[in-house]
């Protein structure tokens, strides 16, 4: 259980990490039980075996995946800020590997992709980038899971995906979580 300290100190260095690069980091406060649950459950763990994070930040997400994960699984988290390295090498599992690259690199073999990117910080040219890739990298039925904190990245979504979304209001702030599936997968 966190200490009162740990709690305000987690959530002061999201809001650190926001204030000096908002672009990269995207939110101020880390992901709630609440959203990590929406997000996860779109999923049949049963199955899902190559998992990818997009924006792994300090690994809010990425702890609630492994949690959930077969033993057989393994994830792949990108992150580029390399102040979150440290965290994230510090859950020791076997599964997890850690990318020091951009999302845009990602490559194809992928059975579910999870983002937590802020899809309209990013300049136009690399927003769509990394939707044509993790579209391409999915594997046939795969799923793209992505939480923005408004509806404005709908349209973008939709030039890639097919999509349904859950409103998250135990997070701060209320996000929403995108089911996405390939506009092929639907033909």
């Known amino acids: 259980m966190l200490s009162a300290f740990s709690y305000i100190k987690n959530k002061t260095g999201y809001l650190q990490e926001f204030i000096s690069d908002p672009r990269s980091t995207g939110t101020i406060a880390p992901s709630s039980r609440s959203l990590c649950k929406t997000m996860s459950d779109a999923v049949d763990w049963q199955t899902a075996r190559s998992i990818a994070e997009l924006g792994a930040g300090d690994g809010v997400l990425t702890r609630h995946l492994l949690e959930r994960m077969h033993a057989n699984a393994s994830l792949s988290a990108f992150e580029t800020n390399p102040r979150f390295y440290d965290k994230l090498s510090a859950f020791g599992d076997e599964r997890l590997t850690i990318l020091i690259d951009s999302a845009e690199n990602i ?39 992505q939480f923005q904190y408004t509806a404005l990245s709908e349209s973008l979504l939709s030039q890639y995906f097919n999509w349904t979304r859950a409103r998250v209001i135990c997070n701060f702030p209320p996000a929403l979580v995108y089911r996405c599936h390939s506009m092929q997968a639907a033909i």
């Open 107 to 145: 490559e194809p073999g992928y059975d579910v992709i999870f983002s937590g990117l802020p899809l309209l910080s990013l300049p136009e040219s690399t927003r769509h980038h990394i939707l044509q890739r993790a579209c391409a990298a999915l594997n046939p039925g795969g799923i793209f899971i």
